[in-house]
């Protein structure tokens, strides 16, 4: 492949003579050096480090020159000539070497790693139902188990009792609204960092490492759920498939927006008419609600963007009690940015990872709180943003003091604010098989 002499978005106007004409055997991609090397560190690619490259259109061919094509290279449009036969949706394993690159290979669509998530990810995206409304109907069930409107008490003794165990470590599990304020019994501190490992988002690496450490695992627990109600109705685990997952109307419409603003109201259920098989179609879209997140998550990692490499990204679910017991969730997005090396602005700072936090829930009197921090090294930088006006104003007469406490902490506060509304956040939307990786 050659890049042509125009139709480039190149960083300097005027170009220099080309060097050398490319092997289109080797496929390589041969430019004018100067233009090389700047549409490369523009894409920020090191040497010998491989890069995937996206067909998205091919151009119309001109006389007798190569077909032309249109790459996307990391979330940039790259114009070459090529004497190969490639479609749009096509994939390239292409390598820098000096100011060219390399062609590795033709990958088919679903073999790469992005593919391959991507198709699993939208498998399980129109089925998801949410977890607070999902946990609050367990909840009610375990509750009324005794009642004979209960759809529980239409299993067998043996069964009943493995059912409502199962249900009762899913629920007891949960932390308490009181557990994650200071200056109570528990540490928040070491109660925060639980609720992070048993959100279900580390399920099944936590289960690889240690199988007695993930009992209290949120994934886990509600496939314990589904292994009781399977074996009370004398079925195999594989029956588990037949059953089509309850879904939400807004995870429906909404299915990959995160942080999403969520209602705290919740729909009244009637408990005496839900069956065991609605109590498994209710646990299969609750558990695709946590892949979903998991899939997600791998995805946004993976991705490139025109602001730089991937930032490896976590988006939780993170179910606790309120004060009245009832269950509600916090959604939370964690992000790791890593110093870019060829960023020059970046070189010039001290080169520390930078973390990103965004935790967002919806309160019965304050309503929808978000808030958002970004810690590197020792400097702190903090936004709340707020829907309603007295929340607003009483977030902003506790800045004081939440500076003071930030301030005790050894942290250095570079800004504190309250804003109103909600902030906006990136969309992935789908493409086709792929997740957008410019979302």
């Known amino acids: 492949m050659k890049l042509p002499d125009s139709g480039q978005p190149r960083p300097t106007p005027e170009p220099t003579p080309a060097k050398s004409a490319a092997s289109t055997a080797t496929g390589k991609v041969a430019v004018e050096a100067l233009d090389a090397r700047q549409l490369l560190d523009q894409l920020q690619l090191r040497q010998s480090q491989q890069v995937l490259a996206k067909v998205t259109r091919v151009l119309e061919k001109t006389g007798s020159l190569p077909e032309q094509l249109l790459l996307d290279v990391r979330g940039k449009p790259l114009v070459v000539n090529s004497d190969a036969k490639l479609q749009p949706g096509d994939w390239l394993s292409m390598v820098r070497i000096g100011n060219e690159l390399r062609l590795m290979e033709q990958l088919q669509g679903g073999n790469t790693p992005q593919a391959r998530i991507a198709q699993q990810l939208a498998q399980h995206l129109p089925w998801q139902h949410r977890l607070d409304q999902g946990l609050a109907q367990l909840s009610q069930l375990l509750n009324s188990s005794a009642s004979q409107a209960s759809p529980l008490q239409q299993l067998n003794a043996s069964a009943l009792e493995s059912v409502r165990s199962a249900l009762q470590s899913l629920v007891q599990h949960l932390p308490k609204a009181g557990e994650l304020t200071p200056g109570t019994n528990s540490d928040p501190i070491q109660t925060l960092r639980k609720w992070v490992q048993d959100s279900g988002l580390f399920a099944e690496s936590r289960l690889t490492r240690s199988p007695e450490g993930a009992q209290t695992d949120l994934k886990l627990a509600l496939g314990r759920v589904v292994a009781a109600l399977l074996t009370a109705q004398g079925e195999q685990p594989e029956a588990f498939n037949r059953y089509t997952p309850m879904t939400?109307?807004?995870?429906?419409?909404?299915?990959?927006?995160?942080?999403?603003?969520?209602?705290?109201?919740?729909?009244?259920?009637?408990?005496?008419?839900?069956?065991?098989?609605?109590?498994?179609?209710?646990?299969?879209?609750?558990?695709?609600?946590?892949?979903?997140?998991?899939?997600?998550?791998?995805?946004?990692?993976?991705?490139?963007?025109?602001?730089?490499?991937?930032?490896?990204?976590?988006?939780?679910e993170l179910p606790w009690?309120?004060?009245?017991?009832?269950?509600?969730?916090?959604?939370?997005?964690?992000?790791?940015?890593?110093?870019?090396?060829?960023?020059?602005?970046?070189?010039?700072?001290?080169?520390?990872?930078?973390?990103?936090?965004?935790?967002?829930?919806?309160?019965?009197?304050?309503?929808?709180?978000?808030?958002?921090?970004?810690?590197?090294?020792?400097?702190?930088?903090?936004?709340?943003?707020?829907?309603?006006?007295?929340?607003?104003?009483?977030?902003?007469?506790?800045?004081?003091?939440?500076?003071?406490?930030?301030?005790?902490?050894?942290?250095?506060?570079?800004?504190?604010?309250?804003?109103?509304?909600?902030?906006?956040?990136?969309?992935?939307?789908?493409?086709?098989r792929l997740v957008d990786i410019k979302a």
């Open 321 to 432: 009690l309120d004060t009245q017991e009832q269950p509600r969730t916090a959604q939370l997005r964690l992000e790791r940015h890593d110093p870019d090396d060829n960023n020059q602005a970046q070189r010039a700072r001290r080169k520390v990872t930078e973390w990103r936090l965004t935790l967002s829930l919806d309160l019965d009197e304050a309503g929808a709180v978000t808030f958002e921090a970004a810690l590197q090294h020792q400097q702190i930088s903090t936004r709340i943003w707020a829907d309603k006006t007295d929340t607003l104003r009483q977030a902003n007469e506790e800045l004081p003091a939440l500076r003071k406490r930030l301030t005790e902490l050894g942290l250095e506060v570079v800004e504190l604010e309250c804003r109103r509304g909600q902030p906006q956040t990136a969309r992935t939307q789908l493409d086709h």
């Open 248 to 316: 939400s109307d807004d995870l429906v419409q909404s299915p990959l927006q995160f942080p999403q603003a969520v209602s705290t109201q919740m729909p009244v259920a009637r408990q005496d008419t839900m069956t065991t098989g609605q109590m498994l179609r209710l646990l299969a879209g609750m558990l695709n609600r946590i892949t979903v997140n998991q899939l997600h998550s791998q995805t946004l990692t993976t991705r490139t963007t025109v602001d730089g490499p991937a930032a490896p990204t976590w988006l939780l």
